[in-house]
């Protein structure tokens, strides 16, 4: 699929417990590509510098090897290990006060949008097999409905034939 390789699919350092599949993050895609053009604007948005703007992924084992600021202190990532879980989706508390809270309402809406998913995929395949049906899901909704190109959550136009996909999408930021 053109944007993402299966390996990173099948990663499970980038299934981010709370549905905001880090494989479509701008900050893991910045990484990944080693883009400081897309670093910069990313750490311009979020307050970070951008060689601080880095991470491949909130799930990676102790100690990550690039793990983002923000992502390091996420109460949600702190809330599905204390409980030994790998993902709200498991939880019977979802959604809780701290996806009702989160501090970006797009994530809310994301995380609102992917749990679902996330469970009706685990309940078809599996865990496993179900859990990385979920992230290539995601990849596949990550593309411009025009022209195909690959975006990343939260782009709100396609940077390649400069359609507005903002409501297409995950809404204005």
């Known amino acids: 699929m053109e944007g993402w390789q299966e390996g990173e699919i099948r990663n499970k350092d980038l299934m981010a417990p709370c549905g905001l599949y880090c494989g479509t993050c701008g900050v893991y895609i910045a990484t990944r590509d080693n883009n400081e053009k897309f670093k910069a604007i ?61 501090i970006v309402p797009t994530g809310i809406r994301v995380m609102k949008r992917t749990i679902p998913i996330w469970r009706a995929k685990v309940a078809e395949h599996g865990d496993d097999a179900g859990s990385v049906e979920w992230a290539r899901s995601e990849c596949e909704r990550y593309h411009c409905p025009d022209c195909g190109n690959p975006l990343f959550r939260g782009a709100q136009t396609c940077r390649a034939c400069k359609k507005d996909v903002t409501d297409e999408l995950d809404g204005s930021l």
């Open 42 to 102: 990313l750490g311009n948005l979020y307050g970070s510098k951008p060689e601080e703007t880095e991470c491949f992924g909130c799930m990676q084992s102790d100690p990550p090897e690039k793990l983002y600021s923000f992502c390091q202190h996420c109460q949600i990532r702190s809330c599905v290990s204390a409980k030994e879980f790998y993902s709200c989706h498991q939880c019977g508390d979802w959604p809780c006060s701290l996806i009702d809270n989160f």
